[in-house]
């Protein structure tokens, strides 16, 4: 089946020079903005009200994404590469995990899109068609269209994301099945938890925009429940997948290293005083189980633990901030 490169040139895959992700983000903003000021977007505001909330947010989370999502992906094929000497698998099977990364085939974006589609039509039914007593978000005229576009656009490019991270996460889920432990060189195993936790990052750093549409203070929670509930089972499961497998033959690995320690302790039998040999002989076996009892079963260290922790609380905090800011303008107005 054919295969289809998902690198986007200048913007999944900009120009090489230091801030060009970030001149991409940026760029990729101002375009989209123009786009929903040309579908006026901002006109026919209600006086004394901020009514172009959901607009900025779709311009913001698509310019955010695609390049956030390059990144990864470059990071995750650097990952395979880092562990590549590590794995018990062919060449060929190597490789070809390596090109499913930048490459997918052309019926999974077929698919992908289709979802994509579909999850925006159904999130325009609720806010503007046969459910719209639920979700009222009473936009003028001319910002309904620009709704229902930014709407279904940003449907789309999540879905993409989301599912590339996603399949991108199960190609590491596979390297991980394959890979060769040894409990005391954890950090070998660091790229799987470095680009689970890259993943994970960049669904949080979507969710924490989420409150942009609160500039809009007509806006209804089925305006962004659905795309909350739709980013965070995947956010989990890119979380586990590269790391879950890595955890398991870790803790394998150990229970065999312990079992096989603790019969030839055994088979020294229980220390005799009058005999030093059996002493010597047991000290080292001794120490080694005590080394090996601490070595970790994670492929995590304190750095990345603290970094997917401070991640985790970015969210709260843009949505306190955005409930406070609301507050303010509203004792202005």
Known sequence: ????????????????????????????????????????????LSPGRWDFGPTIFFSAIIAYLLPVFGYISER????????????????????????????????????????????GLVHNLMLHGLFRPLGDTAVAPRQMWAVIVGTGVVWLVVTF????????????????????VNLFAPRQLRPFAVVAVISTSAIIGAQALFPLMFLDE??????????????????????????????????????????????RIDTLGNPDPARTETGAALAPLLAYRREVLLA??????????????LYLIIPPLTWVGAALIENVVESLL
């Open 1 to 44: 089946m054919r295969n289809v490169d998902l690198r986007i040139p200048f913007v999944i895959r900009p120009v090489a020079f230091p801030g060009s992700r970030w001149m991409a983000g940026i760029t990729l903003l101002a375009v989209l903005l123009a786009v929903f000021w040309s579908l006026g977007a901002f006109s026919d």
């Open 161 to 180: 994301v989301v599912a590339a991270l996603l399949d991108n996460a199960l190609v590491l889920q596979r390297a991980a099945r394959v890979v060769r």
């Open 218 to 263: 007509t806006v209804s929670p089925v305006a962004y429940i659905p795309g909350l509930l739709a980013t965070a089972v995947p956010m989990v499961l890119m979380a586990a997948l590269p790391v879950w497998p890595v955890h398991r033959r870790m803790v394998g690995e150990k229970r065999r290293v312990l079992e096989a320690l603790e019969h």
């Open 296 to 309: 970790p079963e994670w492929p995590f260290d304190v750095s990345v633990v603290a970094r997917l922790l």
């Open 76 to 119: 995750t094929a650097a990952a395979l590469d880092e562990v590549e000497a590590r794995l018990d698998a062919e060449p060929a099977r190597i490789a070809r995990w390596q090109q499913r990364i930048h490459h997918k085939p052309l019926g999974w974006l077929v698919a992908v899109l289709a979802i994509g589609a579909a999850g």
